[in-house]
């Protein structure tokens, strides 16, 4: 009897790994083993992580695809990886190279050669980008900020639960890392975009998110036109930066099981 397919959540900034909770839960009982590592620096709560944000100061695009590349080393067989957010770069970057079998990149950071820069995408990342300084330093947003950024297709009364249950300081130099991708000659957030010798990869994007706007991700959908590899999009409509963790996570995924059965994965 084979083992179960392993499955590998990996969060973006703000969130802490533990919010993959639900999912985790869902996934195993659809015969899967998931696990939801955190990034350099995170701690085993969301409560230890605020009170040592200088352990994710300074911790950059290179430095979270090689933990998971070492989560990675240690299972029995290569893993889909599902990533929200940056997340959803660094599944594409261990898509690409080989070290998982499928990826699924919901509201994905921006990887180099996505062109659109939405105003509502700026002003989602200027906590972080407004100071150069915080290239090194670990920035927490206020609950304001996570309302724009996250919770602006929600009520303000959920959003304000889930920026008190799950964000997390997070890193200021994978922002500056992505925004400045296009140019840079050796970006970290640079993917090899028309490989065709690669697994099944899923793109979901919310059209109301600020954070990753929707044009965004489609950008990204696109650089991948030259690739006869299996590259799909799915939208939804009326969904913000917190698809994943709100109310309405169970839709998002539904649609992220269905897929990979539909490629038999």
């Known amino acids: ?23 985790q839960d869902l ?46 080393a240690d299972l029995p067989s290569k893993p889909i990886v599902i990533g929200h957010s940056f ?59 996570f309302r724009y950024g996250f919770g ?24 500056f890392e992505a925004s400045t991708a296009n140019f840079s000659k050796t970006s970290p957030a640079a993917v090899d975009t028309s490989k065709s010798d690669r697994g099944p990869l899923l793109f979901i994007a919310g059209g109301k998110d600020h954070t990753v706007p929707q044009v965004v991700a489609e950008a990204a959908y696109h650089l991948y036109s030259k690739s006869a590899a299996v590259t799909d999009l799915r939208v939804f409509p009326d969904r913000g930066h917190s698809l994943v963790l709100d109310s309405g996570w169970r839709g998002v995924a539904d649609a992220t099981l269905a897929w990979l059965k539909s490629h038999s994965l």
């Open 27 to 72: 996934f195993r009982a659809e015969g899967y083993e998931p696990s939801a590592p955190g990034w350099p620096g995170d701690l085993q709560t969301v409560e230890a992580t605020r009170k040592n944000a200088a352990a994710l100061a300074g911790v950059g695009i290179d430095d979270i695809t090689a933990a998971y590349r070492a989560v990675i």
């Open 152 to 175: 602006n297709a929600i009520s303000e009364t959920e959003s304000n639960r889930l920026y008190a249950e799950w964000t997390i300081p997070g890193p200021g130099r994978p922002l």
């Open 87 to 145: 997340g959803g770069l660094i599944a594409q970057k261990l898509l690409s190279s080989g070290d998982a079998i499928a990826a699924v990149a919901i509201d994905p950071g921006q990887i180099k050669g996505v062109k659109p820069v939405p105003f509502a995408q700026i002003r989602s990342g200027l906590p972080v980008l407004k100071s150069p300084g915080n290239r090194k330093k670990a920035v927490s947003l206020t609950a304001k900020q």
């Open 1 to 23: 009897m084979s083992s179960p397919t392993p499955v590998i959540f990996i969060h973006g900034l703000w969130i802490h790994s533990a919010a993959w909770q639900p999912w």
